[in-house]
């Protein structure tokens, strides 16, 4: 029955209305199974009840009229029960109720599946005949599978028709990925490029020479926008956010790029095809990728290929409204947010992206809430009053007056909170009862220094692999040696830990493409440069190198699993680092940087005490370790749910990490998203963790927060935390503590 199935599934999902893709299931479902009776039930979830919205057999005149309750009938049954119900009589069964209104007398056999979208139930959908019978093991299996790949359809569908069908809308709720936390209320605006690259046709030319001196007007006059956003933003960014600017410099200045859109040229291509085909070749590399932050790489060059069009082509840029708006967009773009003045932006909705993207880090650093990955048709959010919600993931289209009331508050009280937490920024991060906590940041956006480097007390984790992610090639050791350099002679005299190249199975470079069908337990991080100790080696010079110039740096290992991977990487370091003094004998005797290891996969924890004897320190990678011990992918939006680090297997982890670590005289620090959250800081603070690492937005409210807790008090929390038998139990220990001290307005996702 797969290509039935799929014909219905098609034909649903052609529908322009909800009471069409009704009509087309109900109509097709009938054909298909050969029933005399097909109907759909739709959930009022407010008014527990079951309303008949379509059916191909029952009376017409009952649809939209005919409803029954969750507690009776068999259709009520279904619903309850959230499983299927195959009755053969269903006159004789005990919850049998009669609908006179829809006149089914002469349905005797009765088969109904439950239509549930991620756990919320929308309906019921059965199938009758006049015969007394039971359907078959091949029928129910049928429309069980139909109803569980129309859920989504179903759901997408009635929101979209409910959007259109009113100005003034009953409140409605679409769900995304939070992209950067805060509250923004205002009009949506959708923004449309004026011409998209990929809708031109290609076309050949004989005037090359004019067609190179056009692609080099668009390319004067690109850079010449990125510098004035640069200039523009230079006040509101740190300076390793506002390199993202320099990232599509550097793209512009790519030897490979340039020369590609050249050559076609000279093939006889105008520069608006040159572009377009050019854009695709280098597309093909990164949809190739599996890796979120890669991927993200190629919205980057379409945005930066856009621009050079626009140039190009001379289209009007588009007038921004004069007002406070809601930036709405496919894809929203970190050019796109140069271009608009802060002031206007009251949020952002983009249809694709994820917290990754360049666009959420430049909004989670200019305190743009943002929602990503919006599955809804934009086009319905135009001129629509809405809420972004960007700590849940909300976006509320059209809310209510009192909802409306209760976010202005919250806005208020938020703007009051930041404007506290920034007049701390500067002040040390010591608790009530007087104990310092090191706040560290993580960096790596590029080689430039972050804004934390005159509040925070060191780089907690530095990825390496930028300098590797923004070249077409594998950098040269004295690209990688300048890289480093700069990172630690911007933190000099506080310590600076770089994280050994982390790519390969997930973290794909464009140049070294690996395809594996499951490549977050595959060839990555360590087992990827250990394999490579060409690659490994080089990088291990260029560190001790900088480390030569500067002595604060440290070393860490990512992905470790085994003894033997850390063997095997001291082998190469040891070797890396004779190498070095061989080649600066007036260095011999200098403190050689300390090695570390990130625990994030949960075979490491079994290991501790060997690892203790090979490294000094452990850092735990809070987001990977969570995903491993849960085995849930945060980015999977049907199961990013089951993600929490307050789920009691992980706080138990890191406890059994913190302590071993104390046994064992190694330090240990967390450099996870956990460490600048402040449900999670305070769980890391009560089981006995002094060092956390964090991106820098983050790091402000942390230090307001540890300036308002007792440490020593936190300790009579640990027990009750480590019984907690659920996540919600864990959460209610944690904001509990946080209501008591007057800070839980810190997080808005447990108001």
């Not at 501790?608 to 000094?616: D, H, I, S, Y």
């Not at 049907?638 to 982890?653: E, K, L, M, N, Q």
């Amino acid at each position: 029955m797969l290509t039935e199935l799929r014909r219905v599934i098609e034909r649903v999902a052609q529908a322009s209305s909800f009471e069409q893709a009704i009509h087309f299931l109900v109509s097709e479902v009938r054909a298909t199974m050969q029933v005399d009776c097909c109907s759909v039930y739709q959930a009022d979830n407010k008014h527990q009840r079951l309303v008949l919205r379509g059916s191909d057999g029952l009376a017409q005149s009952a649809v939209g009229r005919t409803w029954i309750s969750f507690d009776e009938g068999v259709v009520g049954l279904v619903a309850r029960r959230e499983e299927p119900l195959n009755i053969a009589d269903v006159y004789q069964h005990p919850s049998f109720k009669y609908l006179p209104e829809a006149k089914e007398d002469s349905f005797k056999s009765f088969l109904g599946t439950p239509i549930i979208y991620h756990r919320e139930l929308l309906g019921v959908l059965v199938v009758q005949q006049s015969e007394v019978r039971s359907f078959s093991d091949t029928e129910e299996a049928f429309l069980v599978t139909l109803a569980a790949h129309l859920s989504s359809t179903l759901r997408h569908v009635d929101l979209a028709e409910m959007m259109q069908k009113s100005q003034s809308l009953p409140r409605a709720t679409i769900r995304g990925i939070a992209g950067a936390s805060g509250i923004g209320m205002a009009q949506g605006w959708v923004l449309q490029p004026p011409v998209e690259l990929t809708e031109l046709e290609i076309e050949t030319t004989t005037q090359i020479d004019a067609e190179l001196e056009l692609l080099e007007n668009a390319f004067a006059k690109t850079r010449s926008d990125l510098e004035a956003m640069t200039l523009r933003l230079g006040k509101q960014l740190p300076r390793d956010v506002l390199s993202i600017f320099e990232v599509y410099q550097g793209m512009l200045n790519d030897v490979s790029f340039v020369k590609s859109l050249r050559l076609k040229i000279k093939q006889g291509y105008s520069a608006l095809s040159s572009l377009q085909l050019v854009y695709k070749e280098y597309l093909k590399q990164f949809e190739a990728l599996s890796d979120n932050y890669l991927k993200e790489r190629a919205v980057d060059l379409k945005d930066l290929c856009q621009r050079l069009l626009m140039h190009l082509n001379q289209p009007q840029f588009n007038q921004f409204p004069q007002r406070s708006f809601v930036l709405v967009a496919e894809e929203v773009t970190a050019t796109m947010l140069g271009d608009i003045p802060r002031e206007r932006l009251a949020g952002i909705v983009a249809q694709r992206g994820t917290s990754n993207s360049h666009a959420a880090i430049l909004a989670r650093t200019m305190g743009i809430p943002a929602v990503m990955g919006v599955s809804a048709d934009i086009a319905l959010l135009a001129q629509r009053f809405l809420i972004i919600d960007g700590y849940t993931g909300n976006i509320f289209v059209e809310p209510d007056v009192i909802l409306r009331s209760e976010y202005r508050q919250l806005l208020r009280q938020e703007e009051v909170m930041n404007a506290q937490i920034n007049q701390e920024l500067h002040a040390p991060a010591i608790s009530l009862d007087g104990q310092a906590i090191e706040l560290l940041v993580n960096a790596g956006l590029s080689t430039d220094a972050d804004r934390a480097e005159s509040v925070a007390d060191g780089v907690g984790l530095y990825r390496t692999e930028v300098p590797f992610l923004l070249q077409n090639r594998f950098p040269s050791e004295a690209e990688q040696y300048q890289s480093y350099l700069k990172i630690l002679a911007s933190y000099h005299g506080k310590p600076v830990c770089m994280r050994t190249l982390d790519v390969g199975g997930d973290k794909q470079l464009p140049y070294f493409p690996i395809h594996e069908e499951n490549p977050f337990l595959g060839w990555r991080g360590i087992r990827m440069t250990l394999d490579h100790p060409e690659i490994f080696m080089v990088q291990c010079r260029a560190m001790y190198r900088a480390a030569l110039v500067y002595p604060n740096l440290s070393i860490m290992l990512p992905m470790i699993s085994s003894i033997q991977e850390v063997e095997q990487a001291i082998g190469l370091l040891d070797r890396a680092w004779a190498e070095i003094l061989e080649e600066n004998p007036d260095k011999v005797g200098i403190s050689r940087p300390k090695l570390g290891v990130m625990i994030e996969v949960p075979s490491a924890l079994f290991i501790l005490p060997e690892l203790a004897q090979k490294v000094a320190f452990w850092s735990v990678g809070s987001n990977d370790l969570t995903q491993y011990l849960l085995a849930v992918d945060r980015n999977n939006k049907r199961v990013s749910g089951a993600y929490s680090t307050c789920h009691p297997a992980v706080i138990r982890a890191l406890n059994y990490i913190h302590t071993q670590g104390q046994v064992l005289n190694s330090s240990v620090s967390v450099c996870g998203e956990m460490a600048g959250d402040p449900i999670g800081a305070i769980a890391l603070l009560i089981l006995g963790y002094r060092h956390l690492s964090m991106s820098s937005f983050n790091l402000a409210k942390i230090k307001y927060l540890i300036r308002r807790v007792d440490l020593s008090e936190l300790s009579a929390l640990k027990e009750p935390l480590l019984s907690a038998g659920n996540r919600e139990q864990v959460q209610t220990i944690l904001s509990d503590y946080l209501e008591k001290r007057d800070l839980l307005h810190l997080v808005r996702g447990h108001r």
